[in-house]
């Protein structure tokens, strides 16, 4: 009989940090943005490629003129711009820097000070403490920074001491690896000896932006609770479609504590699986409030499959998804087979296990990774459904 999970805790609260770190993050992206002129800041949000092309859209074409919700993300920014504007005015570069760092260079993912507000699970400000912040930072500093976090080396009792061990690797010999412009890359490295300053510089405008979201939750709080109402009602079916797709019931069938699932407010499509390792418990899913089947069928169903498509379309990734076919490879294997770092393997296997082309398992001291098909089959049928809505024309065609 298959194994079953259905420990989940739904976090009926939203995760007023968080947000408020996204709220910085839509305005670094609005700072950097090449048709800006053509926009205010609170009627502008991030193109679907915004970090490869670089443009914003508009707010009601991003959310097709849903009137409630874009009234409530309006009003969020336009009592935050003050705040923002005179935070990244002063002598706050160093931080703007660590809002244009993608991991590996990638710029389709969230960058380096956004990875760290979407792992920072608190709901007030009172509870947004620097130990809090301290042990995200250093996890997040530690994957952008090149370090392999599977290494068998690091494996402690608890994160805490797994990110210790991690934290004693010769960084300054890391730097030439890195994919990022040597200011960026100096940037990061400085970042962790700075994150006390960080921190410090950065409380009292999480604090004022998340008063701000708090007084305009109002205008959006029903839909946020029908939300959670939605996944209630279908018995948390879409929670065990994104278990089965990625693969994660055995590893969750090992945890002694719940799922924790959130809900998020201004990434309102998004989807997020948190998977640190299989030996440790920290795992959560977070569904934007509008990550449901109806509003996805107003989109563009290629632009919905997009992500998929683009982590197909990486020649590292082609050649991982090849090796596998032949046989199941543990990491070590497959770094030195197709000549990259381990860290660089690392990055290439999440994109691939989070969108469920394949799965991990551990024997001994090793972890193994195998094709899984529940990914494909969701490319597949999504294409599928896209070209039924196709009217094929005759034009030019011999009856």
Known sequence: MKAHFDNFNLIEKPLLVNEAGIMIYLYTNYLAAKNKNFFSFEDSYPG??????????????AFHNNKAYTDFVRSVKMESLPYLEEFFHA???????????????????????????????????????????????????????????????????????????ALKSDFLSLI?????????????????????????????????I?????????????????????????????????????????????????????GLLLAPNMIIIQIISEDYDDAFIKFGIYSN?????????????????????????????????????YAKELSDKLYITPATLSYHISQLHVCGFIGAYIEGRKTYYYLRKPGFEKVI?????FSKDIREENYGKES
């Open 381 to 385: 049928e999504e294409l599928t459904e």
């Open 91 to 165: 002598q706050n570069e160093d931080i703007l820097n660590l809002f244009y760092i993608f991991t590996e260079n990638d710029g389709n993912y969230l960058p380096f000070m956004a990875e760290i507000f979407q792992n920072i699970n608190v709901i007030s400000i009172k509870d947004f403490s620097y130990e809090i912040f301290d042990l995200v930072f250093s996890l997040i500093f530690l994957r952008f920074l090149g370090i392999n976090l599977d290494n068998s080396e690091l494996k402690s009792a608890n994160l805490n001491e797994w990110i210790k061990k």
């Open 176 to 208: 030439p690896t890195l994919p990022y412009e040597d200011k960026l890359s100096m940037e990061l490295l400085r970042s962790y000896s700075n994150k006390k300053s960080i921190y410090d510089r950065l409380f009292p405008l999480l604090e004022k």
């Open 293 to 329: 089947k109806e509003f996805v069928e107003k989109e563009n169903k290629l632009k919905h499959l997009s992500q998929y498509l683009k982590i197909l379309g990486d020649p590292t990734r082609i050649d991982i998804l090849d090796l596998l076919k032949e046989k199941n490879y």
């Open 48 to 61: 679907f490629n915004y970090s490869q092309d670089m443009n914003l859209t508009s707010i009601d074409s």
């Open 210 to 262: 998340c008063y701000i979201l708090e007084d305009n939750f109002p205008k959006i709080q029903d839909k946020f609770m029908e939300h959670f109402e939605k996944i209630k009602k279908d018995d948390c079916k879409k929670i065990y479609e994104i278990i089965n797709q990625v693969g994660l019931t055995d590893f969750l069938i090992k945890r002694e504590q719940p799922l924790n699932i959130y």
